[in-house]
């Protein structure tokens, strides 16, 4: 597994599914960009005016922080795992139904990998940085190993680091220019609406909602098929063991998809 081959089958697979990853994107992301535009705008007028009492408007900074920051990992922890679960069968299967997304998505484990890895990530980084490249590299695939294999938390950052081990430089190398990449863009994104529209909440909302909308795909894509790739090279093959159970004297492998 090169980078190389990694980028075009990403490439491929984003542009082949392009319709449902965008339209599940602004089904995410333009809600959830509203709120964060409103949390922006509670904390700018804040901002310019300042006190020392705490009164009403301290107590909905307060409240903005929380409500930005739960609602914009929701939505990337969304998405990650529709992605996951959209491409879990194979890069040629058909994405399931939003409703079945919806229903299907562990939601709690999915928040604490995300919390969890990027708290690793962001210490790491304080860290003289190389610490926090390698936390990176070994747990970048936690989150999708959650959807696509139905695991804990825990057991999702050992089975990563466990299918990184050979391919740190591969997974270091497709990941990390796409997370400096989109950073790029959506500061551009964020910075564009501000040119065509003069209302400050109207065009805030947009740039949110139209740079999650165009940057999260890529990385979750290439995120997914890594994950895919290095799953089906190394099994797991302490957990295929544990899930057969003797019944009669006859083994039963567990039904789970």
């Given at each position: 597994m090169t980078a190389r081959?990694?980028?075009v089958?990403?490439?491929r697979v984003?542009?082949?599914?392009?319709?449902y990853l965008l339209i599940l994107g602004a089904l995410i992301f333009v809600p959830l960009g509203l709120v964060d535009a409103l949390a922006d705008r509670v904390q700018e007028i804040r901002a310019e005016s300042p006190s020392e009492a705490f009164d009403l408007g301290a107590v909905a900074l307060i409240v903005a922080v929380i409500v930005q920051a739960a609602t914009t990992?929701?939505?990337?922890?969304?998405?990650a795992g529709a992605v996951g679960l959209a491409l879990r069968q194979g890069e040629g299967s058909p994405p399931p139904a939003l409703?079945?997304?919806?229903?299907?998505?562990?939601?709690?484990?999915?928040?604490?990998v995300d919390i969890l890895f990027g708290l690793g990530t962001a210490l790491g980084l304080v860290l003289l940085i190389v610490p926090g490249i390698v936390f990176f590299g070994w747990f970048a695939l936690a989150g999708p190993i959650v959807e696509i294999e139905d695991r804990g938390v825990r057991a999702a950052f050992a089975r990563s680091r466990r299918l990184v081990r050979g391919s740190f430089r591969t997974v270091v190398l497709v990941l990390?220019?796409?997370?400096?990449a989109s950073e790029l863009l959506a500061v551009g994104l964020l910075q564009l609406p501000h040119l065509l529209i003069h209302d400050a909440l109207f065009s805030d909302w947009l740039g949110e909602s139209l740079s999650n909308i165009l940057v999260s795909p890529v990385y979750a894509v290439a995120a997914v098929l890594m994950t895919l790739e290095l799953?089906?090279?190394?099994?797991?093959?302490t957990r295929e063991t544990d899930?057969?159970?003797?019944?009669?004297g006859e083994p039963t492998v567990s039904s789970r998809p």
């Open positions: 081959e990694i980028y089958r990403t490439v984003s542009w082949r599914n392009a319709g990992l929701l939505g990337e922890v969304f998405y409703r079945e997304v919806a229903r299907r998505l562990s939601y709690g484990r999915l928040i604490a990390l220019p796409i997370v400096v799953a089906a090279r190394r099994p797991d093959q899930e057969r159970h003797t019944i009669g």
